[in-house]
């Protein structure tokens, strides 16, 4: 059997100017990054980068074989027109920039039709862009959020294709129903839930306290991320992987990047997979 090794990146962040994390990216060799606009709360917006800008950024990425992906703001909600503006405007900058995700919340207030219903749209702006896009698990969601929207979604030829989930480890670990246990959010998960982007980062169940991974529990105890590994390749994942910190010293997220690539490079092994270079989705 054969499957994609994964791309491992990290992202932008309110702490510092957003290019310093991207060189930091290109400097060691990341071939993943994300560029989260949530300006007044992680420090970036799309109306910083103009047309000029935003070319370079897709040459430097392509020079370097770095993948970007997007992170439309936190209270991006599509069923408001302010929140599907501000999704489009990420989506118009996905496409400038040539990133192949753009990630956004899953909100459920008003249910899963009227939420899937408002995604349908977006879904077409996002295939004319060349983009996909991830619903992300916030610490109030559940699995069967998750199950309910893909349900309806399913139905929905624009979205066949176009449209997964980021499953975001940490609020997994922090949702009240799997606390301390974010491998039962996983196992909880339908088949017909394709995961295809990962927000990785660790807490001790009493916070979002947005640990590097293997600087939380996993620093004495790395069977839950080998369990995660291993359910996420037997769903066939093969997306991207961003570590969601700034940490200090930032060369934490080197030593992440490295242990976690020997860890799924080891469960495959043990899944009698063979590794091949990770795609472009």
């Known amino acids: 059997m054969v499957a994609s090794s994964i791309r ?24 993943a990054f994300e560029w989260f606009s949530d300006q007044g709360r992680a420090g970036w917006c799309e109306a910083e980068m103009d047309t000029a800008t935003r070319r370079g950024l897709r ?60 995604l349908g749209p977006l879904l077409e702006v996002a295939r004319a862009a060349g983009v996909r896009l991830s619903l992300e698990n916030t610490p109030p969601t559940s699995p069967d959020d998750f199950n309910a929207a893909f349900g309806v979604l ?27 246990d974010y491998l039962s959010f ?50 066939g994942f093969c997306g991207s992987v961003v570590l969601e910190q700034w940490p200090q010293p930032p060369e934490l997220l080197v030593e992440a990047r490295s242990r976690l690539r020997r860890l799924w490079d080891a469960v495959m092994a043990q899944e009698g997979l063979r590794r091949v270079p990770p795609r472009l989705l």
Request: glycine share 10%; charged share 20%.
């Open 59 to 118: 040459e430097e990425a392509a020079e370097h074989g770095v993948l970007f992906s997007v992170h439309a703001p936190f209270a991006a909600n599509p069923v408001r027109p302010e929140g599907a503006a501000a999704i489009r405007r990420s989506i118009d900058f996905a496409g400038d920039v040539a990133a192949r995700m753009v990630n956004i919340h899953l909100f459920t207030s008003q249910g899963a039709r009227a939420f899937a219903d408002a």
């Open 154 to 180: 399913a139905a929905m030829p624009e979205a066949e294709g176009r449209v997964g989930m980021c499953l975001d480890t940490g609020h997994a670990n922090l949702h009240p129903g799997t606390q301390n």
């Open 186 to 235: 996983v196992d909880r998960l339908g088949d017909h839930v394709p995961i295809v982007h990962w927000h990785a980062h660790e807490n001790w169940g009493d916070g979002d306290s947005h640990l590097t991974l293997f600087t939380g529990p996993s620093a004495h105890d790395d069977r839950g991320l080998r369990g995660l590994v291993l359910r996420l390749l037997r769903r």
């Open 8 to 31: 491992i990146g990290n992202q932008t962040s309110r702490q510092v100017p957003s290019r310093l994390p991207f060189e930091f990216a290109l400097r060691h060799g990341f071939d």
